[in-house]
């Protein structure tokens, strides 16, 4: 009984942990890809996205129109998101009553954003009054999303067991993307570099690790990398080809020739 006790601790305290990626570095490589390392991390990068002075995430999106990006913030216990104005002042509230896993913009085809809203694998595109615009359900909750172009549209990205979700700004599904241990993490960024798709894929406090993945236009993985440290932005560099991934304490160059 004793034995089988310890045992039961152990497989609880190795889930709590979080899991390690069977292997760190280049997993796939049929790109030259060079790395090297810029500058360190900026100041607050870890803290980005939550509201001054509180632990409430949030993100910005123009859900007026009128060209000055609300702020959008998950507030309530996660039950509800505060739209406050570009100024910070607040202007209404969209009680949801679940339980927020993300939210973020997508367009919404009349010169204003829409409002996406990740419920645990639930989703619901609303106007800026809270009115549904789509609806959507995965099987289980993929966590965070990302919202970046694909093949040059609004695309939504998410990650689901293996593999990257493309769906469109109202749900409809435009693809898988195979994403080897995509499982251990849980937001992706995602940024255009060229006719090529960057999409960083980060942990949490339980999996401090990120897996960066370069995608060839029809898809095929072409770039895989794993690697220490959570990640908190992806942007394309002003060298052709090239990418910066932003770690807790580096900026990194990464180069596609």
């Not at 305290?13 to 390690?20: D, K, M």
């Not at 607050?44 to 009128?66: K, M, S, Y």
């Not at 202007?91 to 996406?116: A, E, F, H, N, Q």
Request: include cysteine; aromatic fraction near 8%.
């Amino acid at each position: 009984m004793r034995r089988e006790i310890s045992v039961a601790v152990l497989s609880l305290s190795l889930a709590t942990c979080g899991a390690r990626p069977e292997k760190l570095g280049v997993l796939i490589r049929t790109l030259d890809v060079t790395k090297v390392r810029v500058a360190a991390a900026p100041a607050g990068i870890v803290t980005q996205d939550r509201w001054p002075g509180t632990n409430e995430r949030f993100t910005r999106a123009d859900v007026l129109g009128d060209s000055r990006p609300e702020s959008l913030l998950i507030t309530n216990v996660y039950q509800s998101i505060d739209i406050r104005d570009s100024s910070g002042r607040w202007l209404r509230r969209i009680d949801r009553g679940g339980s927020i896993t993300d939210v973020g913009g997508v367009p919404g085809g009349d010169g204003k954003d829409d409002i996406l809203i990740d419920e645990r694998g639930a989703f619901t595109v609303v106007d800026a009054e809270g009115r549904p615009r789509a609806h959507w359900q995965e099987p289980h909750d993929p966590g965070r999303f990302a919202v970046a172009p694909w093949k040059g549209r609004p695309t939504v990205f998410y990650l689901l067991d293996d593999s990257v979700v493309l769906r469109s700004p109202r749900g409809e599904l435009i693809g898988y993307l195979a994403a080897p241990q995509a499982h251990l993490f849980g937001r992706p960024y995602v940024a255009a570099v060229g006719s090529r798709t960057v999409v960083v894929a980060t942990g949490n406090g339980y999996t401090p690790y990120h897996m960066i993945c370069v995608y060839e236009p029809d898809g095929t993985l072409a770039f895989q990398e794993m690697d220490d440290e959570l990640a908190f932005a992806v942007a394309p560099d002003p060298a052709p080809g090239a990418f910066t991934v932003t770690t807790r304490t580096t900026v990194w160059r990464y180069t596609i020739p």
